[in-house]
């Protein structure tokens, strides 16, 4: 297998699916002519034209907007918002309007609409522009939300987020498009609403997903060589979310830490927890344990920043906690 980067895998899943399907256009913030914000789409306009990579004003509600009635239409548009803290200004469309078109009428409807964002800190970009909100969005039934952790993922679940009649959050992270790994050659998808176990162990389980899935298996790695050995789930998809492989897992170490960059209070890691009590309480011999940022608006300077951030080395000291 070729081993690409993060931005690479999207932007292949994207150029694949276009010319596969010529309904699947793009729209979005300086997706044409400039190639993107972060250059998932360099080259697109020029291979596809206008009328497919449509560059838009600054006006998320817009983009959205427009998204929901071209899916609505029958074209599969993919809208990209340049990151997840604008995506607050389409709340409204991304979580009240496409999400329930579907059953509030009677089926009849179908909204095959992604709309793509980054989110994430770690860059100094300030609070405003450093968030992980994805607890918010999975909140809402009928609007599916994605984070893949790796590069062969982001490309399989993107595909299939495009080949999806339900509205999909694609969010990543905006730190990680250098990130490389190995990923299939050819067309493939991975399903969406599907977990997986990235590292077997069997001491503790660790169950994460984006860029707590890179904190996880770098920590892992460190606690293989002080000999205890971690189990890495990861979650991929936070709605549907897939428990199955994380309660297999947790049965089998009776321990678990669940890493997330988001806020702790109501967040990704608050349900996984929750359902691990309800669903395997018999099965823990230690209290489970979140990993996630310290709850204060990210700061500015790099050093306060990182120290808010979630690193390897609370991954490494929550696990010591529980074992």
């Known amino acids: 297998m070729a081993e690409i980067t993060m931005r690479q895998a999207i932007s292949d899943a994207l150029w694949e699916e276009m010319e596969k399907d010529e309904r699947v256009f793009i729209m979005g913030q300086e997706v044409g002519v400039w190639g993107g914000t972060y250059a998932v789409t360099k080259g697109f306009y020029d291979h596809f034209g206008e009328k497919r990579v449509r560059d838009t004003p600054i006006a998320e509600s817009a983009i959205v907007g427009g998204g929901i009635g071209a899916a609505l239409a029958g074209l599969r548009p993919v809208t990209e918002i340049m990151t997840i803290n604008f995506a607050f200004v389409a709340m409204d469309y991304i979580v009240n309007e496409a999400p329930k078109m579907h059953t509030m009428f009677g089926g009849q409807m179908r909204v095959p609409l992604v709309i793509r964002t980054a989110g994430g800190g770690g860059r100094q970009l300030g609070a405003t522009h450093s968030q992980t909100p994805d607890a918010i969005f999975a909140h809402f039934p009928g609007l599916k939300v994605v984070s893949p952790g790796t590069p062969a993922d982001a490309k399989g679940l993107l595909k299939a987020a495009i080949r999806d009649d339900n509205p999909v959050l694609f969010i990543e992270h905006a730190a990680m498009y250098q990130v490389r ?3 299939p050659e050819g067309d493939y998808t991975v399903p969406i609403g599907v977990s997986k176990v990235q590292r077997e162990g069997s001491d503790v389980t660790v169950v994460s997903y984006c860029r707590g899935l890179q904190l996880s ?4 790695q460190q606690l293989e060589a002080e000999g205890i050995s971690a189990e890495v789930v990861d979650l991929r998809s936070l709605r549907p979310l897939d428990m199955g492989p994380v309660i297999e897992s947790f049965k089998k170490t009776n321990r678990a830490v669940v890493v997330e960059e988001g ?14 009590y ?4 018999d099965y823990a011999d230690a209290p489970i344990k979140r990993v996630a940022q310290k709850e204060v608006p990210l700061p500015y300077n790099q050093a306060l920043e990182q120290s808010a951030l979630p690193q390897v080395a609370d991954v490494v000291a929550a696990v010591k906690e529980v074992m």
């Open 181 to 183: 790994g190995e990923v």
């Open 263 to 276: 806020w702790p209070s109501y967040g990704v890691g608050s349900e996984v927890v929750t359902r691990l």
């Open 278 to 281: 309800e669903e395997a309480f």
């Open 217 to 220: 298996m770098q920590a892992a």
